[in-house]
T-cell receptor, first 110, second 113 residues
Framework: GESVGLHLPTLSVQEGDNSIINCAYS??????FIWYKQESGKGPQFIID?????DKRQGQRVTVLLNKTVKHLSLQIAATQPGDSAVYFC?????????FGSGTKLNVKP | DTEVTQTPKHLVMGMTNKKSLKCEQH?????MYWYKQKAKKPPELMFV???????INESVPSRFSPECPNSSLLNLHLHALQPEDSALYLC????????????FGDGTRLSIL
């Protein structure tokens, strides 16, 4: 099947630093991308999304960047907090297809 | 608190049992989804309902049977499951199919003995 993202890496950052989580997608026809956060024992939580006609979208403390040329998606978290510790999944969708990436675990050190 | 409610939170069943997982949302969403998630893996799409009709079945074995009684409810009927079916089963909903953010419940942790 399609492959989105990398094998699960772990990113450790110091509290207060900025975090960047990366994701590679394989389907150039994908037109909608989403970042989810999943804390232990909970379901994925929507963070931010972006459509293929945009390169950048900002939310509260989060920014998503889309580079369609190299099929790359990134999530930037400003001033990372302990509550940001979780697994982060990117997801891509085309018509009638929806794929999650393999995820990145974010550890925030106090 | 999640706006998608799943029951039960935990379920242990034998391979000959029949049980059902339930999911409910009151956000007026018209698309609902079932996912299976194994430990340390991403969720895998199983079924999609759009306007109460099954629109996607990702080649899921027939021992899993989805049902959408109305626009707010989604069930997953389980029968003759295998130990490898033990996983977290997640329900999600969105305003429309696929190209809108999905809202997830916290899942049912299923263990097959």
């Amino acid at each position: 099947g399609e492959s989105v993202g990398l094998h699960l890496p772990t990113l450790s950052v110091q509290e207060g630093d900025n975090s960047i989580i990366n994701c590679a997608y394989s389907n150039s026809a994908s037109d909608y991308f989403i970042w989810y956060k999943q804390e232990s024992g909970k379901g994925p939580q929507f963070i931010i999304d972006i459509r293929s006609n945009m390169d950048k979208r900002q939310g509260q403390r989060v920014t998503v960047l889309l580079n369609k040329t190299v099929k790359h998606l990134s999530l930037q978290i400003a001033a990372t907090q302990p509550g940001d510790s979780a697994v982060y999944f990117c997801a891509e969708t085309t018509f009638n297809k929806f794929y999650f990436g393999s995820g990145t675990k974010l550890n925030v050190k106090p | 608190d999640t706006e998608v409610t799943q029951t039960p939170k935990h379920l242990v069943m034998g391979m000959t049992n029949k049980k059902s997982l339930k999911c409910e949302q009151h956000m007026g969403h018209r698309a609902m989804y079932w996912y299976k998630q194994k430990a340390k893996k991403p969720p895998e799409l199983m079924f999609v309902y759009s306007y109460e009709k099954l629109s996607i079945n990702e080649s899921v074995p027939s021992r899993f049977s989805p049902e959408c009684p109305n626009s707010s409810l989604l069930n997953l009927h389980l029968h003759a499951l295998q130990p490898e079916d033990s996983a977290l089963y997640l329900c999600a909903s969105s305003q429309a199919q696929m190209d809108q953010p999905q809202h997830f419940g916290d899942g049912t942790r299923l263990s097959i003995l």
